[in-house]
């Protein structure tokens, strides 16, 4: 029914960049609520980033100037542009979704009904 592939994972740097990409399908893309999830080894599953239906965003302060968060509603896809990657970024990306119809969610995990399977993030020299 409702389908969220993520993609753009990889080794990088200290320092460098790195796009991620969710893909969405069997839905209305546009009336979602879209967030990004990571989970390091050993954690919790954590908020990274949200961005409502109509384009509003919220980060973390700590990747807040690092991180930002966009929408193509034309082509289904949200991305997480990360610039100066810390090794403590380090982890699983998950994409999430929830209906706007629900509100828009906080940061936490329950908050969302739909789940990508992980893209993995390693930031290491």
């Known amino acids: 029914q409702r389908l969220l592939v993520e993609s753009g994972g990889g080794l990088v740097q200290p320092g460098g960049s790195l796009r991620l990409s969710c893909a969405a399908s069997?839905?209305?893309?546009?009336?979602?609520?879209m967030g990004w999830f990571r989970q390091a080894p050993g954690k919790d599953r954590e908020f990274v980033a949200r961005?409502?239906?109509?384009?509003?965003?919220d980060y973390l302060d700590s990747e807040k100037g690092r991180f930002t968060l966009s929408r193509d509603n034309a082509k289904d896809l949200v991305y997480l542009q990360m610039n100066s990657l810390k090794p403590e970024d380090t982890a699983v990306y998950y994409c999430?979704?929830?209906?706007?119809?629900?509100?828009?969610?906080?940061?936490?995990?329950?908050?969302?009904?739909?789940w990508g399977q992980g893209t993995q993030v390693t930031v290491s020299s």
């Open positions: 961005i409502t239906n109509n384009g509003i965003t």
């Open positions: 069997g839905g209305t893309f546009s009336s979602y609520h």
């Open positions: 999430a979704a929830v209906s706007r119809f629900r509100g828009v969610p906080s940061r936490d995990v329950a908050q969302f009904d739909y």
